[in-house]
């Protein structure tokens, strides 16, 4: 090894190499051996690692300061990004520390000799934050509106936090017309395409919740791309007078002109957007803002390009653009006891985000308040045919109040050869609470486009969505059949699944197998739902699942097994058997096309199907049905824990 460890090392002490190298030219031309010149300088494969500290408070970045002891560590981020050479380093940050920076990794580990990044010392674990660190000049607009007006902000933050509490932008809709009375607030919006002849073909995904209107216009959060010029014709959704969600007829579809932002969509506390000519930030606040507000000026917290074997561990990242954290084209990397909060909606908008890697594990972090999705395993369309987002595991993490889902597997590829780029990965003994606190339409796992060997088991699942807003337990969204036959299947065992608005498990595609399941409770009256539904999705309906040895319990409001046959042709047949049902009513099955057109008891929904003769079922009251149940050491929300330490942290 070299004398000092490495070359950052001889960089931090400010020494010159050609100094350095004029005794050892002097010892080799006397005949000294070789070995020593490479006891001197070192040999890659036997240098020993280093381990770096960096102190946000008593640290130095000077030149002559090596970061190699408690008592000399670096200040910041920024310095040690530059310092991690040779597997087996590590840099710890000083717990109780804040650092308003990016850390981007730039070196791998080895098999069994990681890359270390995480803390020392006691207390909290140190804080990477991404709001803005310097102070904001507000001016007062009047009637309960601020405007900033130092610094500017080029591009708009993904994140404005609000008493400590993250909040989204609000986007405002301008329309041909006047918006009818009838609109509700918490209705939603959804862009429609339009044939030749005006007939709404298909609804696109993008999707807005409504929070104000006023004249032609209509305000709401969105986490997608509205385009005004691609898809004029937008449908509504609501809840009627019968707790039923509802689409407008088409004589009252809104027609719609721009996408913009408007003081008038500024109508609660926390409600903000970015204006993109004033490169100024509008903010609606029941006081004046200072300390209580924080606004997303850095995209990712620890961000990985291609490096492997490293472990990132103890850390708490808050208030970044898009990630928390990142790792993309990752193989053997751990990520466990972080705790990300508060990420943002613009960029990858993702707590934790894996993608493109395999063999990695995610455990033991908390991820609470996100703006859109938990934690992600991400496969893109590869360019080179190689990219894979395959055997990583998700286990034992702890995901709460995500804006749309908890845990998500997604490809975004119709086709199987993008599919199968995402296989094969284990998402594990997690608790997923209150998913889809701001989103229409997700759950609290879900999927769309994967491939093969994926498996979702002994999860808690609970509290996803609304009255309002859908969100199932588990959904599986955008089945394929592969190339060579076999179904992209997805394993889905031993979950506990309670009380989520749209269903428990939610299925589309073929082949999958729903096993040891708890699931109860879920579901409103708002959408055709059930403990277990197979739905069509892209064309087909879902067929060849095998469900089995599942317990299923179901309110009086709420059905158990619905089966919707909606897409022309016969379905391959599921094997549905010996499952355990409980209901406050006799008829909680459906089997049906688009809608159920009867409710059926479990001896008409077995003649029926033609399944299920090993079932059971008891017609029970609801203390009977576990919905109160839950995990079994419940935790509260950390975000109620952290405003107060991030408010402390502020001042």
Not at 103 to 115: A, R
Not at 197 to 210: Q, R
Not at 349 to 373: A, C, F
Not at 570 to 578: T, Y
Request: proline letters at 4%; a negative charge.
């Amino acid at each position: 090894m070299t004398l000092y460890g490495n070359i950052c090392v001889f960089q931090g002490l400010g020494l010159n190499k050609r100094l350095l190298l004029r005794p050892v030219i002097r010892t080799i031309a006397a005949g000294a051996s070789l070995l020593l010149l490479l006891m001197f300088f070192g040999v890659p494969n036997i240098a020993f690692a280093i381990t770096y500290y960096v102190d946000a408070t008593l640290g130095s970045d000077s030149p002559h300061n090596p970061g190699t002891s408690i008592n000399s560590p670096w200040k910041t981020i920024s310095r040690a990004n530059r310092c991690l050479s040779q597997p087996g380093d590590k840099i710890l940050f000083k717990r109780g520390e804040v650092w308003h920076e990016e850390f981007k990794i730039f070196k791998s580990g080895e098999p069994g000799n990681p890359l270390t990044i995480g803390a020392y010392g006691s207390g909290e674990r140190p804080i990477f934050d991404g709001t803005y660190s310097g102070t904001i000049q507000w001016e007062d607009l009047g009637g309960g509106i601020y405007r900033t007006t130092s610094p500017s902000w080029d591009v708009e933050p993904g994140v404005l936090m609000y008493n400590g509490v993250p909040k989204p932008p609000i986007t405002t809709l301008l329309f041909r017309e006047p918006v009818p009375a009838a609109l509700n607030a918490d209705a939603i919006l959804i862009q429609c395409k339009v044939d030749l002849n005006g007939t709404c073909t298909s609804a696109v995904y993008t999707n807005l919740w409504v929070t104000s209107k006023k004249g032609n216009s209509i305000s709401g959060v969105t986490f997608f791309e509205i385009d005004a010029d691609k898809a004029r014709t937008v449908i509504v959704r609501q809840i009627n007078a019968d707790g039923v969600e509802e689409e407008w007829p088409k004589s009252e579809r809104l027609y719609l002109e721009d996408v913009t932002t408007s003081m008038d969509g500024l109508t609660l506390p926390g409600h903000w957007y970015w204006d993109e000519q004033s490169k100024s930030i509008y903010l609606y606040s029941d006081h004046a803002p200072g300390v209580n507000v924080g606004i997303g000026d850095l995209n990712v917290g620890i961000n990985s390009q291609g490096r492997d074997y490293l472990i990132i561990e103890d850390i708490i990242l808050r208030g970044y653009n898009s990630s928390g954290l990142w790792l993309n084209y990752s193989t053997g990397s751990v990520v466990q006891n972080l705790l990300v909060y508060a990420s943002g909606a613009t960029g990858h908008k993702t707590g934790l985000l894996l993608s493109n890697s395999d063999d990695n594990v995610i455990r033991n972090n908390s991820v609470d308040s996100v703006l859109r999705s938990g934690i992600g395993l991400y496969a893109r369309p590869p360019a080179d045919g190689v990219t894979i987002t395959r055997n990583n595991i998700i286990t034992d993490n702890f995901v709460t109040n995500s804006g749309s889902t908890g845990i998500t597997l997604n490809t975004d590829g119709k086709v199987d050869s993008i599919a199968q780029n995402l296989s094969d990965n284990r998402i594990e003994n997690n608790r997923i609470i209150n998913s889809n606190t701001m989103s229409y339409d997700s759950a609290g796992v879900y999927t769309l486009w994967i491939g093969t060997g994926n498996v979702i088991r002994r999860n808690i699942i609970r509290d996803g969505g609304s009255t309002v807003l859908r969100s199932a337990g588990i959904m599986i969204d955008g089945g394929v059949v592969s190339i060579n036959g076999q179904p992209n299947s997805v394993g889905i065992y031993d979950n506990t699944i309670i009380n989520n608005s749209l269903g428990g498990v939610v299925i589309s595609g073929t082949g999958h197998v729903i096993q040891g399941n708890t699931l109860s409770c879920n579901g409103v009256s708002s959408w055709e739902s059930g403990q277990l539904l197979f739905f069509p999705s892209f064309g087909s309906n879902a067929e060849s699942c095998s469900v089995y040895n599942n317990l299923m319990g179901a309110d009086s409001s709420q059905k158990l097994v619905t089966v919707l046959n909606g897409m022309p042709g016969s379905s391959l047949p599921h094997e549905i058997d010996s499952n355990t049902y409980k209901s406050m009513r006799s008829e909680s099955f459906c089997w049906g096309r688009n809608e159920c057109e009867e409710l059926l008891g479990l001896s008409s929904w077995q003649t029926e199907s033609g399944l299920d003769y090993n079932s059971t079922f008891d017609r029970v009251n609801y203390s009977f049905l576990g919905c109160d149940q839950g995990a079994s050491t419940p935790m509260a929300p950390v975000r109620k824990a952290l405003r107060g330490v991030y408010l402390l942290l502020l001042n």
